[in-house]
């Protein structure tokens, strides 16, 4: 049974002063919560979202329900695993991929994926002479319905201008060196259009499957900051 | 692998001089804490029952972090849901689907009734809060 981020929170913050889940304890405003008799008061942002959500719910332009619904979407079920399963097919099947590369959104929601950043998508596709790499420099848009959402990294400041300024150097400090007759393309996304990078298919993945060859691909490799390499013996994928 | 940031490391003091690095993370929690997902799901779910589309959300949010970059604000990944609720404040407030003070009221009925609910019971707002 799941439980939903809600309850989580509700048992969480009943629990204040007791056995405290580790990953809220840092959240607490002070250290002795349990000295006080009432309970932990949360943070600035955390009571302006609460705020913002019973004002909106009571009014009914949004319902608590669907609001759990997207967050356990996107916290558990939508990963990066989808867009590794439509790479592994366009690298099995010749007509999947030319309809990706055409027309991306339409081929990636023939494997059930779609949504919010996710409308209008453009598959670019890396050969032994040209290199594709994703970035958003105005803010962090990102091809949520394949990729789930952008890591860490992708969203900084760093990585947003580096993208544009050195991307060659940007790649090499993910420990991507790329030659330098290889032609680097570097794809800025907008609100209206996302990218996903469909990386070459690497030696030594002969004679896999569909879902074998899903299981190789990363989401780095994707956004293009790496490519898919054969999984290290005994690491997990 | 390579070396790697915990995605919340980085919001630590001691860990400051850790900004001037590209952030990373290897597929970490993708909302370090509660609320974040919370936001996250409002300005979807606001998106989807068309109060604002998406390309407004995206400019909304874009010029909350250009304001925090204008400001000298780090911007190392770390306060990007910061940047996230405050877009959304903007935009529900420039939507009139709420107001400032609306807001601010609320908040500050939440915080007291953390405050005066004992241990161990549900926390509610008194009647008279959500009128």
């Known amino acids: 049974m799941t439980t939903t981020r809600r309850d989580f929170l509700t048992a969480a913050v009943t629990a204040a002063g007791a056995a405290v889940t580790p990953d809220l304890a840092h959240a607490h405003e002070h250290d002795h919560a349990h000295d006080h008799d009432h309970q932990v008061v949360p943070s600035d942002p955390a009571l302006r979202v609460k705020a913002l959500e019973s004002l909106l719910v009571e009014k009914g332009l949004v319902d608590r329900a669907a609001l759990d619904a997207i967050v356990d979407a996107y916290e558990y079920k939508?990963?990066?695993?989808?867009?590794?399963?439509?790479?592994?097919?366009?690298?099995?099947?010749?007509?999947?991929?030319?309809?990706?590369?055409?027309?991306g959104a339409a081929a990636i929601a023939e494997l059930g994926y779609s949504g919010p950043e996710g409308e209008q998508m453009m598959v670019v596709q890396n050969t032994p002479k040209v290199h594709n790499l994703v970035v958003c420099t105005l803010c962090s848009c990102y091809p949520w319905p394949v990729l789930g959402l952008p890591p860490v990294w992708y969203k900084s400041a760093p990585y947003r201008s580096r993208a544009v300024i050195d991307p060659r150097g940007l790649l090499r400090e993910f420990g991507l060196h790329l030659p330098d007759d290889v032609?680097?393309?570097?794809?800025?996304?907008?609100?209206?259009?996302?990218?996903?990078?469909?990386?070459?298919?690497?030696a030594g993945s002969e004679g896999l499957n569909e879902e074998e060859l899903a299981a190789w691909v990363s989401?780095?490799?994707m956004i293009g900051t790496a490519k898919v390499v054969k999984p290290a013996e005994g690491v997990p994928a | 692998?390579?070396?790697?940031?915990?995605?919340?490391?980085?919001?630590?003091?001691?860990?400051?001089?850790?900004?001037?690095?590209l952030p990373r993370d290897e597929g970490g929690p993708v909302f370090a804490e509660?609320?974040?997902?919370?936001?996250?799901?409002?300005?979807?779910?606001?998106?989807?029952?068309g109060h604002f589309t998406w390309k407004e959300w995206a400019?909304?949010?874009?010029?909350?972090l250009k304001g925090a970059a204008d400001r000298g604000?780090?911007?190392?990944g770390s306060r990007y849901y910061h940047h996230w609720l405050a877009a959304l404040e903007r935009l529900v407030t420039e939507k009139r689907l709420s107001d400032p003070s609306a807001m601010l009221e609320r908040k500050e009925a939440w915080a007291v009734a953390y405050r005066r609910t004992p241990h161990g019971k549900p926390i509610e707002l008194s009647a008279s809060s959500t009128d």
Request: proline fraction near 8%.
């Open chain 2, 59 to 64: 400019a909304a949010l874009a010029g909350e």
């Open chain 1, 219 to 221: 989401r780095d490799s």
């Open chain 2, 1 to 21: 692998m390579t070396t790697l940031n915990e995605p919340n490391s980085i919001t630590q003091p001691e860990n400051l001089s850790a900004l001037a690095n």
């Open chain 1, 78 to 103: 939508i990963g990066p695993r989808n867009g590794a399963r439509v790479v592994a097919r366009a690298w099995v099947d010749p007509a999947y991929k030319q309809r990706l590369l055409t027309n």
């Open chain 1, 183 to 202: 032609e680097l393309r570097v794809w800025d996304s907008t609100a209206d259009l996302r990218y996903l990078v469909l990386p070459e298919r690497p």
């Open chain 2, 73 to 76: 604000e780090p911007d190392d």
């Open chain 2, 34 to 49: 509660p609320w974040q997902a919370q936001a996250f799901a409002l300005a979807v779910r606001l998106s989807a029952q």
